[in-house]
């Protein structure tokens, strides 16, 4: 054997050893993997809170807002021209009516009424002569009647001066509180000139506006509830007086209740938070207005059945401004889903994490 054949047998020897090699240490190309695919993750189950429907009072509101008005307000001031002599009324404090509050100079027109009563003793007895001597045919009865006219003529101008001296009081027209003054005493006072502004809260009026859709409900009896900045308490007044058409331009109505403020701690132009009740119906079912899902023009909501979210289209009644009345599609007892509702779909699996 010569030395190339011998090398060529060499290489032969190691190439076979290689390969038998390869063969043993390779898995066999048809072995199955012995490890397994781990499996998808199941969908987690959206948590929402929840409310279970029971029977309750329901109440039909109308809200509005408005302002305290006094019941009446009026800005004093003389009917005659002249120097003030007196005021009489102390700042911010109560008065009855026909009070004396203030004074104007009157003493020209006090000394002409002592003239004119002074003459009144002589015409009486000119009228007592006269009528003595018609008894007597002495004088014509026309005699008479001029010095009764006389008489008479004497006491008008007498009751006309003295009603230029009230003119020159200034008297309260009715019970109320008076205001601050002003004017001092010595000023020059005319029928423009304001002295105060009296002001009556016992009771006091709320004034505010209702939507002309709510127009044909309110009326005289109406009874409504109001709250006002800094008191707590929620006060109950009633409608007494409604305008005579709707404002065209706000298409509004406006309406005046009465309260009785029997304390007097209501001001006028305190703001006003209203609320008309219009009907109570006493065993209603309602949702959160969150629950409802508006589609296609009608309205449906989600219940909770066996963890799942079942659609169910209802019919609404009244509407609060948190709560819709349900006249048809769900029952008592039914558990109403009332958040995440954007997110669901029929029978999207959901777990109720709180109850309203």
């Not at 609404?316 to 007892?333: F, N």
Request: charged share 25%; glycine share 6%; aromatic share 6%.
């Amino acid at each position: 054997m010569n030395k190339k054949l011998k090398w060529t047998l060499v290489a032969a020897l190691i190439l076979g050893m290689g390969v038998f090699g390869y063969h043993q240490l390779t898995p066999h190309e048809n072995e199955e993997l012995k490890e397994e695919v781990p499996q998808k993750k199941q969908k987690a189950a959206l948590e929402v809170s929840a409310k279970i429907l029971e029977p309750h009072i329901l109440t039909d509101e109308i809200l509005a807002v408005g302002n305290l008005v006094p019941d009446e307000e009026v800005q004093l001031s003389f009917e005659s021209a002249g120097k003030i002599t007196g005021i009489y009324f102390e700042e911010g404090s109560f008065v009855k009516k026909g009070t004396l509050l203030a004074k104007v100079n009157d003493s020209q027109l006090q000394a002409q009424l002592k003239r004119l009563e002074s003459q009144v003793p002589l015409a009486e007895e000119r009228v007592r002569r006269q009528d003595a001597l018609l008894q007597k045919d002495a004088v014509s009865r026309e005699a008479l009647e001029i010095v009764k006219t006389e008489l008479a003529t004497l006491n008008a101008d007498i009751e006309m001066v003295k009603a230029q001296i009230l003119m020159t009081e200034l008297r309260a027209p009715f019970d109320g509180i008076i205001g601050l003054r002003q004017v001092s005493v010595g000023t020059y006072a005319s029928p423009t000139t304001i002295v105060a502004t009296l002001t009556s809260v016992i009771p006091i009026k709320i004034e505010f506006s209702v939507a002309e859709k709510y127009a044909k409900d309110i009326k005289k009896g109406t009874n409504l509830t109001f709250r006002v900045e800094g008191i707590l308490e929620e006060m109950r007044a009633k409608v007494y007086a409604t305008e005579s058409s709707i404002d065209s331009e706000t298409h509004n109505l406006q309406v005046r209740a009465i309260y009785p403020n029997t304390d007097g701690k209501l001001l006028p132009g305190l703001f006003a938070e209203i609320q008309l009740m219009q009907k109570e119906i006493p065993d209603a079912i309602s949702v959160p207005a969150e629950a409802i899902v508006p589609e296609m023009g009608k309205s449906k909501v989600f219940i909770y059945r066996n963890g799942k979210a079942t659609p169910v289209d209802i019919v609404t009644g009244i509407r609060t401004p948190s709560e819709v009345q349900v006249l048809d599609g769900l029952s008592i007892g039914d558990t109403v889903i009332t958040s995440g509702t954007l997110q669901l779909r029929k029978d999207s699996k959901v777990k109720i994490v709180s109850f309203q």
